[in-house]
Structures are given as structure tokens and as C-alpha cells.
């Protein structure tokens, strides 16, 4: 585990495995808690990391975020193969699983509280002794399994109303649930907010009853994944500043599109981009 001389409170707290993604270029690092936590920095919030993660990973490119590393044999290891139908995923290898006990005391009062699984590695309800004022949830990592093979696919999310029912935000990608539109609706009826993204066509938001279609502008795309994480941050930190669903969604899918024109971590937003979509969600 990383030993932080001092540790500061932190605006964003992102707890989840970094991933080690494998691709033919050989490896880079992902996963929630990277995209959103670099992301949460481009925004201007100080945040932090609870992570695992063995000694074949690098965090060089997190740069000065602190992270709480759990020491681990190896990292969460995926693979991703694209093909004609589609992509298909492995589980190469798996970090050691997350406990809230390594959460520093000064962070389980973090206005944000980010909960990012990518392979069913932490519990989904924060025990007692945290205080969010916003608990985010991105379940993707509780919505999967993966058979001997290690293939990855969609599997239950146990405990998912009682999780869904804490929680503040929730965001999802169509992909995380296989297009199953009623378990879409059985979520948005048992959260606060629920958020569906739907890559190139942007997302879909349940608040209040309502349903309502944010389109995504056109962009060249280059490489979408992260995109996910991306907009989950930029979302979490535009409604707790605004109490406003309906621009947290315009804003989040605004600075995804920009996050899908470079590859891999350096689709994380720019100063501009951020000036940019500020304005253009301005009234």
C-alpha cells in the first residue's frame, strides 16, 4: 500500500482498479479510476485514488494525483480483440480486491465519492463513516462475468436496488446492459438519477419521471474507450455544482465527444476544451 506523508482532503475520490489494457501496440493504462480521476483534474477539483495494482503497471501518467495503491501480485489485466461483430473482452489477470478500510479518514468526506469497479472488485454501498455529498456510481465492474475462457460478458448485478437507492448519480452505458431497455427502466426507477450513454448518439437521462435524449456532436472519432468515465466525471461534478441533471448531461456528453478524437489517456480534456464547453452549455 502507498504511504502519503500528509494526506490533504481532496474535492473527487475515485475508488477502483487502474486497468492494465493490453493492445497490439502493447500496454496502456485504464480504467474508471483513471479516466475519471485525470478528467476530475482537468475540471479543477483536487482528487485522490483508492486502487490496486502490481509492479508490471505504471502511474507516471496520473502525475501528481495521490493513490492509495493496494500492493497486489498483478494488475486487473484486460484484453480487448475487435472484430466484425463486435468487441469481444478478456479478464487476463485480477488485482487484489478493494476494502473502504484503506480509504483515508479525510477522504470519506470528499464532496464526490466516485465508486468506478471494472471487475466486481469493492462492495457497492459505502459503509458507515463516509459522507459524500454526492455518491456516484459507475456499475459496469458489478455487471460483468467472465467464464473459464476468461471472455468477459454481462452477468447479475447482486444487491443492485439497494446500491442504486444510495446512491446520488448513476451512469451506464447501453453496452453495460446489453441494450436491455426494461432493466434501463427497473434502474431509473430505483435511483435518484440515472444516466444511459450511447456512444456516437450521446445519452439518454432519467430524472423525475422524465426521459429525455442529449445528442453528441459529430466528431472524428479515434478511439472511444474511457469515453464512458470521461463523461461519468465530468457529469458528477457539473450536477453537484448546479443541481441541474439536464445541463450536468449536456456538459458531460459535450466533453466526451472531445475525449474520442485522440487515443487512449490523451483524449483527457484540455483547459480549451473545457472553456469551450462551458460556453456552449451556457444560456
Given at each position: ?28 493504462l ?18 485522490g ?11 507516471a501518467?496520473?502525475?501528481?494525483i ?15 480483440i475487435?472484430?466484425?461483430q ?8 485480477q ?13 470519506r ?15 457497492a454501498s ?68 440515472l444516466?444511459?450513454?450511447e ?8 430524472w423525475?419521471?422524465?426521459r ?37 448531461t ?6 466526451a ?27
Amino acid at each position: 500500500m502507498s504511504n502519503l506523508a500528509v494526506v490533504e482532503p481532496v474535492d473527487y475520490l475515485v475508488v477502483g482498479h487502474v486497468a492494465h489494457d493490453l493492445t497490439p501496440d502493447g500496454w496502456r493504462l485504464g480504467g474508471t479510476a483513471a479516466y475519471s480521476a485525470l478528467t476530475a483534474q482537468a475540471l479543477g477539483l483536487r482528487v485522490g485514488i483508492v486502487t490496486a495494482l502490481g509492479p508490471e503497471t505504471s502511474l507516471a501518467q496520473l502525475g501528481d494525483i495521490p493513490v492509495v495503491a493496494l500492493e497486489s501480485p498483478n494488475s486487473t489485466i484486460f484484453e480487448n480483440i475487435y472484430t466484425k461483430q463486435g468487441r469481444v473482452q478478456y479478464l487476463r489477470a485480477q488485482a487484489t480486491r478493494l476494502d473502504f478500510g484503506y480509504v483515508p479518514e479525510v477522504w470519506r468526506q470528499a464532496p464526490i465519492i466516485h465508486l468506478g469497479p471494472i471487475a466486481n472488485e469493492m462492495d457497492a454501498s459505502l459503509p458507515e463513516g463516509f459522507s459524500p455529498t454526492l455518491l456516484g456510481l459507475t456499475p459496469q465492474g458489478w455487471m460483468r462475468q467472465w467464464d473459464a475462457e476468461c471472455r468477459v460478458s454481462r452477468g447479475e448485478w447482486h444487491d443492485a436496488d439497494i446500491a442504486l437507492s444510495r446512491a446520488g448519480a448513476v451512469v451506464i452505458s447501453r453496452e453495460d446492459v446489453n441494450g436491455d431497455d426494461e432493466l434501463i427502466e427497473h434502474m431509473a426507477q430505483h435511483t435518484k438519477v440515472l444516466v444511459v450513454t450511447e456512444s456516437a448518439a450521446g445519452a439518454v437521462l432519467y430524472w423525475n419521471g422524465d426521459r429525455r435524449r442529449f445528442r453528441a456532436p459529430k466528431v472524428t472519432e479515434v478511439d472511444a474507450t474511457g469515453a464512458g468515465d470521461v463523461f461519468a466525471a465530468a457529469f458528477f461534478y457539473r450536477l453537484l455544482n448546479t443541481h441541474d441533471p439536464w445541463e450536468a448531461t449536456r456538459f458531460a456528453t459535450m466533453l466526451a465527444s472531445c475525449s474520442v478524437t485522440r487515443p487512449g489517456l490523451e483524449g483527457i480534456a484540455t483547459d480549451g476544451e473545457v472553456a469551450v464547453c462551458m460556453i456552449e452549455i451556457l444560456p
